[in-house]
């Protein structure tokens, strides 16, 4: 048989170069605002001489004095961006998500560099500033992009305070599974997107999967010192409109200054101030350090007509925006015309941000660090602290330490379930329920979705990804567990198991056959390790083919899989194969089968006989022996009964061309002698074959029919149409989906998409995925039949 190769996965991108062109938006009412803000010259601010002589010394103001161009040197003991006191208390897990390259492990550094000790941080210097960050696994320094999550934690050293855990998501599509697990445990999202050209497809999928998370979310808009100007960031507003559905509310803009670093100011909408990398306070009347001129005359900038009413134009979409869901500030607006005072909006903003009825956006550079105060502030306003009543929801009992667990990590021989914890305190030593886990393994039967495990060590991740060794780690902290077996993990990616609807993959038949029993047994515990790191890896026997299916989320999933394996195990062969599809068979007429020619006395003797059922029906089974012949014994007792329902099954599942089942039939059993249940297995096996047999002409194949849905950009609808059309599906409909993708949905043989994960990939240049739910089985055509037999019936295959 053939060996299935997936082709090499898509790379992903660089940090996007090209810059989206503006497009109309599609609200009409955010329309008629986005086309006004277009026609708007670019945010030039007057610079030089003349402002000069405008800048008054009472509007300088903190940092702005600060004319070094080492951010690193801030001190920040006050809030910056001044959206009033933070709702809530304690430490946030919040996962960072969006597309490969957009930026997400550069905001990660960047925000964890705002609490790193100033003199730690001299000393290895700034974290942001390293290449390659965060990107530690083998995997991903030979692809240079995230494949695994990865956690960091903020720390002040100043022990159990509230703390920022960041889990670094990695982007590919392939991936999604380890981003909704993040999202499952976590309490927020930043949704990273880039202003140049980075609001496309994947970040509409990773801002999808934020959607269904239903955890609030802030979209942090990077990339902004490499922005042109308005168009640019009005022509990404638009684009995450369309994407997302939702316009999202900017509190921090790109300010454009003609004569400043491009990218090095924002305006904090609410306030009407300007943002620098030295701080969040600069009236519009001031003087800023540019960090490329030291030494020279900083640049001055001044109140013109064209930021004031870019100010104007913001704030008043953000009192619509707030307006429209929040009946008190609606009031107000009514009342003030529109002018609302400056606490009102920020207490609507904190209600609507409670609520999660509003997507913020920050727009900054994670390059710079313009904008990640701004940032970390908004995570602290938008994404609430605290479990809430998750502990009791996933069945922890009140009084004891609890935590979810996220994934498993294998380092050396020791297991560590990552975990947030939920109730704390947690203390080595002392018992924790972890909940997250799931029933089975392949080797050891674990059957509650709670356990209890005694840690006898706690370790949280640093700043940097190392790992640490701590004496008490509190609710909403992320904490490694040292367990003495590994426990398996529950999933929860939208597709879970269970659920009848599978995410596309690829699927394989792993093929032991060819290796030796102790290569065997080493293949299956090193799966088996890999299964319970709950990576999105799925082992599963179907019953019928007997094909042990190893899927997963897609090419780049298969390569990584094989990279531990050679890496960690020292397993060089990973043998897979297509698997086979579980076709039935079925009659068209009666037909009637005998074990043997004639009865003889002492051997076992069946006669079948086998009638059409309705499609799907399965098995009818008519005992007519007692009928037939009382005189054979009298009643049937109820245990015969069941044992001869259980002996026709089993023979019958197995009674079809090339050992496949035989369904929706009406089963009669006509005459039965035998004398155990063993062999009157044997007799109807027999019997039951023959009728197969000699039912040539009225044998009917089935197959089993999927149902497809494809998410795919628009523009690949009518290619996949016609792609589902030749592989003998029929198209049901198309829906809307997230922002510029639809949904196509068809009834397909499972036959003609094994490898659709990776044509699906190639049609849609690796923007679409598709879930399928088995849908039933449908007879097929005679040309097919008699391929499908000579397969079935042929051993090499
Ligand atoms: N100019 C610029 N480059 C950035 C910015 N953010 C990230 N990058 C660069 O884009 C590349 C990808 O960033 P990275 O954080 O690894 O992206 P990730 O795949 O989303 O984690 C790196 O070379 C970064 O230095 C930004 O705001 N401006
Ligand atoms: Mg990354």
Not at 93 to 112: E, N, T, W
Not at 378 to 384: A, E, L, S, W
Not at 625 to 641: F, H, S, W, Y
């Amino acid at each position: 048989m053939a060996l299935l190769s997936c082709p090499p996965s898509a790379r992903a991108g660089s940090f996007p170069k090209a810059v989206l062109p503006g497009h109309a938006s599609t609200g009409p009412h955010l329309a008629a605002s986005s086309a006004e803000s277009k026609s708007l010259p670019p945010f030039a601010l007057a610079v030089g001489a003349v402002a000069a002589a405008a800048v008054s010394a009472t509007t300088r103001r903190r940092g702005t004095k600060n004319t070094s161009n080492n951010n690193n040197s801030r001190q920040r003991a006050t809030p910056v961006v001044q959206l009033g006191a933070s709702t809530s208390e304690g430490s946030r897990v919040v996962a960072v998500v969006g597309r490969d390259g957009v930026g997400k492990s550069k905001v990660c550094a960047g925000l964890l560099d705002l609490a790193a000790d100033t003199a730690k941080r001299a000393a290895d210097g700034s974290f942001a500033q390293k290449s390659r960050l965060l990107e530690a696994e083998p995997g991903e320094a030979t692809r240079n992009f995230s494949c695994f999550s990865h956690v960091y934690s903020q720390r002040d050293g100043r022990g159990p305070t509230p703390r920022l855990h960041l889990i670094d998501t990695p982007g590919h599509v392939d991936r999604l599974p380890l981003v909704e697990d993040a999202l499952h445990i976590a309490q927020g999202a930043v949704v990273v997107c880039s202003i140049n050209g980075g609001v496309d497809a994947a970040c509409g999928r990773a801002f999808a999967a934020v959607e269904r998370s239903r955890k609030p979310s802030v979209i942090f808009l990077n990339g902004v010192d490499r922005a042109d100007g308005a168009p640019g960031f009005l022509a990404a507003l638009d684009a995450l409109e369309r994407r997302l559905g939702v316009r999202p509310v900017v509190l921090f803009a790109p300010a454009h200054v003609v004569g400043a670093e491009s990218g090095s100011l924002l305006l904090n909408v609410v306030s009407g101030t300007l943002c620098s990398t030295q701080g969040c306070d600069l009236e519009p009347v001031t003087e800023i350090a540019d960090s490329k001129s030291r030494g020279k005359k900083p640049t001055v900038i001044a109140k013109t007509p064209e930021i004031t009413k870019f100010a104007t134009q913001l704030r008043e979409q953000l009192v619509e925006a707030l307006a429209n869901v929040d009946d008190e500030l609606m009031e107000a607006y009514l009342e003030t015309d529109g002018k609302v005072a400056r606490p009102l909006l920020e207490a609507a903003l904190h209600r609507a941000a409670a609520a999660g009825l509003i997507s913020p956006l920050v727009a900054g550079s994670a390059k710079t660090g313009l904008g990640l105060d701004a940032l970390q502030e908004v995570i602290g306003t938008f994404i609430p602290g605290g479990s809430g009543d998750l502990g009791a929801q996933l069945g922890l009992q009140p009084a004891t330490p609890g935590a979810v667990a996220f994934r498993q990590l294998l380092s050396g021989q020791e297991h560590l379930v990552e975990a947030r914890v939920v109730q704390g305190p947690l203390r080595p030593g002392e018992p924790c329920q972890l909940a997250g886990v799931v029933a089975e393994s392949v080797f050891k039967g674990l059957s509650s979705r709670v356990v209890t495990v005694t840690p006898k060590r706690l370790l949280v991740h640093s700043a940097r990804g190392e790992v640490q060794q701590v004496q008490e780690v509190h609710e909403g902290d992320m904490v490694l567990l040292p367990v003495d077996v590994p426990i398996a993990l529950a999933s929860h990616s939208a597709a879970e198991p269970g659920s009848g609807v599978r995410r596309g993959r690829c699927t394989f038949a792993l093929q032991l056959g060819g290796l030796k029993p102790e290569q065997r047994e080493a293949l299956l515990r090193a799966l088996d390790v890999l299964l319970q790191a709950g990576d999105g890896l799925r082992l599963e026997t179907n019953e019928e083919t007997g094909d042990k299916l190893l899927s997963f989320m897609g090419t780049l999933h298969l390569e990584l899989v094989r990279e531990r394996l050679v890496r960690e195990f020292k397993i060089k062969t990973l043998p897979l194969g297509q698997p086979h599809v579980a076709y039935h068979a079925t009659v068209k007429s009666p037909v009637v089968g005998k074990s043997a020619p004639a009865p003889k006395k002492g051997v076992a003797w069946a006669l079948l006989e086998l009638l059409p059922g309705k499609r799907d029906s399965g098995l009818e089974i008519q005992d007519e022996l007692a009928k037939l012949d009382p005189t054979r014994g009298g009643k049937v007792t109820a245990e015969v009964e069941t044992a001869l329902d259980r002996v026709l099954r089993s023979a019958l599942g197995k009674a079809g061309p090339g050992n496949i089942p035989v369904v929706d039939v009406i089963v009669k059993v006509l005459d039965l002698a035998a004398a155990s249940e063993q062999q009157a297995l044997e007799a109807v096996t027999a019997a039951a074959r023959l009728a197969m047999s000699s039912a040539a002409g009225n044998l009917v194949l089935l197959e089993p029919v999927v149902e497809l849905e494809a998410d795919v950009p628009s523009k690949f609808v009518g290619r996949l149409q016609m792609d589902l059309k030749d592989r003998r599906g029929e198209v049901l409909g198309t829906r809307h989906s997230e922002g510029e993708n639809q949904v196509v949905a068809a009834e397909v043989p499972l036959r003609e998409i094994l490898n659709f994960d990776q044509d699906l990939n190639k049609l849609t240049e690796g923007e679409g995925f598709f879930t399928f739910r088995l849908q039933g089985y449908q007879e097929v055509t005679p040309v097919l039949q008699k391929r499908i037999l000579a397969e079935l019936t042929d051993p090499a295959s």
